[in-house]
């Protein structure tokens, strides 16, 4: 900022007033759309002016508003009065904007477009001043900056025509000022002015159902037409300015991401992947605030709000699935060197065991993105998805495999290596039945099928080696320690093996035995009584007092039967 003398007795100042309000709104909330904390900076910055200055509104008795002239404009931060004061009422306007999206209180929005006009009004102010003492350069910077503050009055009244024409002037003049800046950061500031008014010229666009036509209703960003999304052959209307900028954000951070091209490097690895980190950030937030504007039924059409939602959700998969596969194909290329000497220089080296785990993380985003309502039945969508969760699952077994067979686990890699093949080929057949791209499925199925023949062969010497291959080929259940080439599981008929068991025909040949004779046991009675059997005789019983019981019927009382 300098100041010369004039042919006047006014000085006449260069100010560069876009920088210097990005700086400061940079510096104190705005990077993180804090508009109160902005505004009380303003406030607290205007009072230490005021008083260093000695520039007061009437006394302490009576009030009289500041007017500030031409003539009372000796040094910069006369102007800086000026500038903080549009500044103050713009920022009170954006905060009560955020707080009526919230609670949608009428009264917050007429609030709004009150201050809107004040700030308007104080932009007047500033325009009337440095018209008498400032340079051309910054009269044009200046005016530009007024019609953008005159077009978020016309905004906050819904004078959409209106709006977008200031809008529109504002752009044009930021943009030739952007091609005179002799300073990088001068020019930054410019850009990003520019790109914040896009925004507000589509929501213009929008509301006239101008659909975008001409210059002044292209969008800067990719996936746009007018406040609108296309996904799946539909268009899908973003109406919260708070989604449109985590939109446009997320974007913006997903063309830095895929500038950045992957290599081998560990730096460069972590670069591409914190890169796409700001994009799942943006996208995240975006997906909340819909969710809460779902919630609270406001901002639309709620069917238009669960597309929007579904549409977020696919991109942020999508973005998510760029990022791994192609961390997928970076590591399998160092997976490839591993032998190599110059892998070894470079650090921590890829295993099969980090190859399984991002192929997990790829099948869980497969999944995700044919959980979308509506994706699984797109012919042009799902297709080419499950096409590739099919090679992600046979590349999946293939690594699994890969990890037995560094083990010298034949008997369990093969099993691993003959499941990869059938996926692979059933991801074939299914790529031809749809007409889809069949390179990457064929390119997995060369991959498998080699690795699988290798593997035979490494266990067939392996056996010559150790000796235990045989002429004779044994079922699988007789040599389950070795590795064996076997046509058969089990020999059938099984083998027989005794075992202890009842005699199952003792039941059936017990009638058919000869009876045995017992007549030499019969012993004759004395008596002349009926002979009978040969018995051991038995001990006699004894009474309670020690003589012999009669064989009759016993005494209660003797035997202790109700004694009392």
Same mark, same amino acid.
């Given at each position: 900022?300098?100041?010369?003398e004039?042919?006047?007795?006014i ?8 920088e210097?309000?990005?700086e400061?709104?940079?510096?104190y909330?705005?990077?993180?759309y804090?508009y109160?904390?902005y505004r009380?900076y ?8 005021h008083?260093?200055l ?10 009289k508003?500041?007017?500030?002239n ?12 000026l500038i903080l004061t ?8 954006e ?7 919230q609670?949608?209180?009428?009264r917050? *929005? ?9 700030? @308007?009004k ?10 008498? &003492?400032c340079d !051309?350069?910054t ?7 007024? %019609? %953008? ?15 977008? !024409?200031? *809008?529109?002037? @504002? ?5 030739? =000022? ?13 850009a990003?002015?520019t790109?914040?008014l ?7 666009t929008?509301?006239?159902g ?5 210059a002044a209703?292209r969008?800067?960003?990719? #996936? ?7 996904w799946?052959?539909q268009?899908v ?6 989604v449109r ?5 997320a974007q913006?951070h @997903? ?7 992957p290599q ?13 980190? /700001?994009v ?13 504007d779902?919630?609270q039924? /406001?901002? +639309?059409?709620p069917?238009?709000l ?21 961390l997928v194909?970076t ?5 490839d060197?591993a ?5 070894r220089r ?6 099969t ?8 993380t ?11 309502p ?12 499950e096409?590739?969760?099919l090679v992600?699952?046979? =590349? ?20 691993? *290596?003959n499941s990869?093949?059938?996926? &692979?080929?059933e991801?074939?057949?299914f ?7 069949e390179a990457? @499925? ?15 062969a ?5 056996q010559? $080696?150790t ?14 320690e ?9 020999s059938?008929?099984?083998?027989y093996?005794s ?6 025909f003792l ?10 004779s ?8 004395? /008596? ?10 038995t001990?006699p019983?004894l ?7 009669? $064989?009759g019927?016993p005494?209660?009382?003797?035997? +202790?039967? +109700?004694? #009392?």
């Amino acid at each position: 900022m300098a100041a010369a003398e004039g042919a006047a007795e006014i000085p006449v100042f260069s100010l560069n007033l876009i920088e210097s309000v990005r700086e400061l709104q940079q510096q104190y909330g705005l990077k993180s759309y804090d508009y109160l904390r902005y505004r009380s900076y303003c406030s607290r910055r205007l009072r230490r002016i005021h008083k260093t200055l000695h520039m007061f509104a009437g006394t302490q008795k009576k009030y009289k508003g500041l007017v500030i002239n031409p003539e009372d404009v000796t040094e910069v931060r006369v102007l800086m009065c000026l500038i903080l004061t549009v500044e103050r009422a713009w920022a009170y306007g954006e905060q009560l904007k955020q707080d009526h999206s919230q609670s949608d209180d009428p009264r917050k *929005y007429r609030h709004y477009a009150s201050r809107m006009v004040k700030a @308007a009004k104080h932009a007047d102010e500033l325009m009337r001043v440095v018209d008498y &003492v400032c340079d !051309d350069r910054t009269k044009r910077e200046v005016a530009a900056y007024v %019609e %953008e503050i005159k077009g978020h009055r016309d905004l906050a009244k819904r004078n959409w025509e209106s709006a977008k !024409d200031r *809008y529109t002037k @504002a752009q044009q003049e930021y943009l030739a =000022l952007q091609k005179d800046a002799p300073k990088e950061s001068t020019r930054t500031a410019f850009a990003t002015r520019t790109t914040d008014l896009d925004q507000n010229m589509r929501l213009c666009t929008y509301n006239l159902g101008d659909a975008g036509h001409g210059a002044a209703g292209r969008s800067t960003t990719e #996936g746009f037409v007018g406040m609108k999304l296309t996904w799946r052959g539909q268009e899908v209307p973003v109406t919260a300015e708070k989604v449109r900028i985590l939109i446009t954000t997320a974007q913006a951070h @997903a063309k830095d991401a895929q500038a950045i091209v992957p290599q081998s490097g560990e730096s460069n690895l972590n670069k591409y992947v914190d890169a796409y980190d /700001k994009v799942f950030i943006a996208y995240n937030d975006a997906i909340a605030q819909v969710k809460q504007d779902i919630a609270q039924e /406001k901002m +639309g059409d709620p069917a238009s709000l669960h597309l929007l939602l579904n549409c977020l959700k696919f991109n942020l998969l999508e973005h998510t699935l760029a990022r791994n596969t192609t961390l997928v194909s970076t590591h399998a290329a160092r997976l490839d060197q591993a032998d190599t000497r110059a892998s070894r220089r470079e650090g921590k080296q890829t295993t099969t065991h980090d190859m399984i785990r991002l192929l997990d993380t790829v099948t869980q985003t497969l999944e995700g993105m044919l959980a979308i309502p509506g994706v699984e039945d797109d012919e042009k969508v799902g297709a080419p998805l499950e096409a590739q969760l099919l090679v992600n699952v046979a =590349l999946k077994q293939y690594y699994q495999a890969e990890t037995f067979r560094a083990m010298k686990e034949w008997s369990h890699a093969l099993p691993l *290596y003959n499941s990869a093949v059938a996926s &692979v080929s059933e991801a074939l057949t299914f790529s031809k039945t749809h007409k889809l791209d069949e390179a990457a @499925a064929a390119k997995a199925a060369d991959q498998i099928r080699g690795a699988r023949c290798i593997c035979k062969a490494e266990a067939c010497v392996a056996q010559l $080696e150790t000796g235990t291959a045989k002429e004779d080929k044994k079922p699988l259940d007789k040599c389950y320690e070795a590795y064996l080439q076997s046509d058969a599981i089990t020999s059938i008929p099984p083998d027989y093996r005794s075992m202890p068991c009842r005699p199952i025909f003792l039941d059936v040949a017990a009638h058919m035995l000869p009876a045995v004779s017992i007549d030499a046991r019969i012993v004759p009675d004395k /008596k002349g009584a009926k002979p009978s059997i040969n018995k051991q005789p038995t001990k006699p019983t004894l009474s309670a007092g020690g003589a012999k019981a009669p $064989e009759g019927k016993p005494d209660e009382k003797k035997a +202790g039967w +109700g004694a #009392g």
